[in-house]
């Protein structure tokens, strides 16, 4: 019988450049929170998932170096991987464990050491992720050119400029300065952004993510375990997900991602959220920042904004508290930072205290539905995670 | 004015000389974050990562490389056409595909101009990568001859070309814009 599942304990890392740390140091920083907020013992947990890109970092095998530093060896586990993804799968990993029947308690845990390799470098690795034959090894592009692939078409077809792709760096850059844990904490403007150099046209460095160290996790319990521990648990209440083609030739428009488009759609009927008008459901969303045209596009994926449209809400600044619906009030990977095995359960951490009234001042929502949405995308749209999250028991599991 | 990848490489020997004196006055290759000054093991062994690829079963498109022809896959059952190429029809698993040449002619759907580069493509400057919706619907990858994004549009008219990409010396296909 499938059965209901919770996140009773969070944990997140400092977020930024963590030469203080190794990747196990980093992780522990994380599993020890989300194991203390939860209130369990360390023997309790079942099994442990762990997201991870890797390739950048020394450790080909960091499950079993974080669970081994941690203390936790003998618990089953493996490396989840969908790109910048990753923290969403396991997440879906975990859930399906548990709603399962094979497990009680599970360990979320991801993790990325990106700045253990020089820029270059990991530009060249996040380049490769795509299809390395057919569009790396001859072209050279990186994860900026994947995305500025869409913005010139996204911006030639609906009129968007590149002013508008900087309102979203302002927003999250805004965020992030109420975070502490945030990569950058501090604000910027619209000409700053418009001043930074480009790095793949049109998009400029403010445009970018950064590459970023830093953990995050969360324990995952059944109904029986969370009834017993905590009286605010937090219910995955439905996940969409799907994939797009390796090939971006292979794509029928750039303007929007259809992998996204269909992880909502699916997320949205399990969850019983009106496609036509999800913001009515949803307090509060995090979404795949990891270029700012890809926030104004998942404003059109998730249906806040009609196709075409999702420039203005930006514009019309709907997407800061008090307007149509709140999104990345994190600071987003924009500028919380984008550690990319981490990120998706950074978010599941981030909309779990969201919804708990436990964020700082300054950037927590006001909570009447007690739903939350995150929309985790890997690569460019190579994967798409869709997770619903809320604060009443799914009525069904 | 230097490459990104003279510029990378100058990184890395410099941390290879300051390594190399720490490692005579402390015996370990340690190096000291220039903005923290927290300690780091600067790693003493190096990996070389280069691939063997099969192209066993699409070599004819690399064959045809060197007469000038871009070639694609056509599924002989449903008429799909294949690029990248590939060898099995799953809509149709038990028939066969054929190979067609590319029609030259198509539009730019869109592009990037690459400043930050990946290492292994540091020592070119900066290049241009677009997608062409080709004559007959089939949409390709590649580089674009043209860098100044003034002289770029999304629509405008692009040939495939194939081209000898340097300093590496092997055969590739790029778009070249059309005059109009």
């Known amino acids: 019988m499938a059965r209901r599942v919770a996140i009773i304990g969070t944990g997140h890392s400092k977020f930024g450049v963590r030469n203080d740390v190794n990747i196990a140091e980093l992780a522990y920083e994380s599993i020890r929170q989300a194991i203390d907020e939860a209130g369990i013992e360390p023997s309790e947990i079942d099994f442990a998932f762990v997201s991870n890109v890797g390739g950048w970092s020394s450790e080909p095998l960091p499950a079993v170096v974080a669970l081994e530093y941690a203390g936790l060896t003998g618990v089953g586990t493996m490396r989840v991987e969908a790109a910048c993804s990753s923290g969403s799968a396991a997440i879906k990993a975990g859930y399906d464990a548990i709603k399962s029947g094979e497990a009680d308690v599970v360990l979320v845990l991801g993790v990325e050491k990106m700045n253990e390799s020089p820029t270059p470098t990991v530009v060249e690795f996040i380049g490769r992720a795509g299809n390395y ?249 190579h994967y798409a995670y869709v997770t619903i999250y809320s604060l009443d028991k799914p009525r069904e599991a | ?93 038990d028939s066969e595909v054929e190979w067609v040449e590319l029609p030259k002619e198509g539009e730019l759907l869109t592009y990037t101009i690459i400043n930050t580069k990946p290492y292994s493509f540091g020592h070119y400057p900066d290049y241009t990568v677009g997608i062409a919706r080709l004559a007959n619907g089939v949409q390709i990858l590649a580089w674009v001859r043209e860098t100044d994004p003034k002289k770029l549009r999304v629509g405008m008219k692009v040939r495939l070309e194939v081209v000898k990409r340097e300093p590496e010396g092997y055969l590739t296909y790029e778009l070249v814009p059309v005059e109009e």
Not at chain 1, 210 to 221: C, H, R
Not at chain 1, 296 to 307: Q, R, S, T, V
Not at chain 2, 55 to 84: D, H, M, Q, W
Request: charged residues 25%.
């Open chain 1, 133 to 381: 034959f057919w569009e790396f090894q001859n072209f050279g592009l990186t994860f900026p050119g994947y995305y500025a692939l869409y913005a010139t078409a996204y911006m030639a077809k609906y009129g968007a400029t590149e002013e508008d792709l900087c309102r979203v760096a302002v927003k999250n850059h805004y965020y992030a300065s109420l975070n502490p844990k945030a990569q950058f904490p501090r604000k910027i403007t619209v000409e700053h952004c418009m001043q930074s150099r480009y790095i793949a046209w049109p998009l400029k460095l403010f445009d970018c993510s950064p590459i970023t160290d830093g953990s995050a996790a969360v324990i995952l319990a059944s109904e029986e375990v969370a009834k017993k521990v905590t009286d605010s648990p937090v219910w995955i209440k439905a996940i969409g997900t799907a994939s797009g083609t390796s090939n971006l030739s292979r794509r029928t428009d750039f303007t929007h991602l259809e992998a996204a488009r269909k992880a909502a759609a699916m997320a949205y009927k399990k969850a019983g959220i009106d496609p036509e008008n999800p913001v009515k459901y949803i307090d509060v969303a995090e979404v795949h920042d990891c270029f700012t045209i890809a926030e104004i596009m998942a404003y059109e994926d998730l249906g806040f904004a009609k196709p075409g449209e999702g420039y203005k809400l930006i514009r019309e600044e709907q997407t800061y508290i008090g307007g149509l619906i709140p999104v990345n009030l994190s600071g987003g990977l924009k500028a919380k930072g984008h550690p990319l095995g981490a990120t998706g359960i950074s978010m599941a951490v981030d909309l779990s205290r969201q919804l708990l009234g436990r964020v700082e001042k300054g950037r927590q929502a006001p909570i009447k539905n007690g739903v939350a949405l995150a929309h985790n995308i890997g690569g460019t749209g």
């Open chain 2, 1 to 93: 004015m230097s490459t990104q990848r003279e510029q990378a490489d100058m990184f890395f020997k410099q941390l290879e000389e300051f390594t190399k004196t720490m490692k005579q006055s402390v015996g370990i290759p340690l190096v000291m974050d220039q903005k923290t000054g927290v300690a780091m093991w600067y790693d003493q062994r190096e990996l070389k990562l280069k691939f063997l690829i099969s192209i066993e079963k699409t070599r004819k498109f690399f064959e045809a490389l060197s007469e000038g022809k871009v070639l694609a896959t056509k599924c002989k059952k449903t008429g799909k056409i294949y690029f990248p190429p590939q060898v099995d029809c799953p809509d149709a698993p």
